[in-house]
């Protein structure tokens, strides 16, 4: 079936540890790829996209993405976490230019320990 | 204003009750979106508007859910009969234009409904 897999449900590391947040997404094309970050209490954030070209990607707050056709993978990385990155993020893909509408992944909770 | 602002942000009805949740999108965004988000999911697509035309409206789960948005700006979802399986977030998000590009949405905070 097409989806969007985020494996790792909660990811507990400490601050100034790096992190990697895993997503695949498994549909014929390459979709348009995105990254978004939810905190509690607030709306989803978008943290990055990847439509085409260089395959490593720079976002806002210090994140960044690799999308891996041969993997069908977009993982998400920072290389060292604050505190204030305990959030929820979750993968989405959008198919086609013509409805926008974001497919996303059930998303991975992030906990950091200080 | 300037972000998605959405009413109520809280809501509790009982089963059976009809609600409407309201969203107020960025001004002159053409694009407006729906999406449910169950505790613990991600967000699930409902709707889609370009301006005032509802094109795609394949992610309501049931004809108990209707969503308008009469003079292409404010939406509304409205819910009639509420069930125990509607109690989740509603997320509306906006982005500036439909078309040939994809655009980045800008997402709302959510009014999280809850039937009892």
């Known amino acids: 079936a097409q989806s969007v897999t985020q494996p790792d449900i909660h990811i507990t590391v400490s601050e100034g540890a790096s992190l990697e947040l895993r997503c695949n997404y498994s549909?014929?094309?390459?979709?348009?790829l995105f990254w978004y970050v939810q905190s509690p209490g607030q709306g989803l954030q978008l943290l990055l996209k990847y439509f085409s070209g260089d395959t490593l990607v720079q976002g806002i707050k210090g994140f960044e993405a690799e999308f891996k056709r041969s993997q069908s993978s977009f993982n998400l990385r920072k290389p060292s976490v604050h505190w204030s990155d305990a959030a929820e993020y979750f993968c989405a893909v959008v198919l086609s230019y013509n409805t926008d509408k974001l497919i996303f992944g059930t998303g991975t909770r992030l906990q950091v320990f200080p | 204003g300037a972000g998605v602002s959405q009413s109520p942000r809280y809501k509790v009805a009982k089963r059976g009750q009809d609600v409407a949740l309201r969203c107020d999108p960025i001004?002159?965004?053409?694009?407006l979106f729906w999406y449910q988000q169950a505790l613990g999911q991600g967000p699930e697509f409902l709707t889609y508007?370009?301006?005032?035309?509802?094109?795609?409206k394949s992610g309501l789960p049931s004809d108990r859910f209707f969503a308008e948005r009469p003079e292409g700006s404010v939406s509304t979802l409205k819910i009639q009969r509420t069930q125990q399986e509607d109690s989740a977030v509603y997320l509306c998000?906006?982005?500036?234009?439909?078309?040939?590009?994809?655009?980045?949405?800008?997402f709302g905070p959510g009014t999280r409904l809850t039937v009892l």
């Open positions: 998000a906006s982005s500036l234009r439909g078309g040939l590009v994809v655009n980045e949405q800008f």
């Open positions: 001004s002159g965004h053409v694009s």
């Open positions: 549909y014929g094309a390459t979709p348009y």
């Open positions: 508007f370009q301006n005032e035309a509802q094109l795609d």
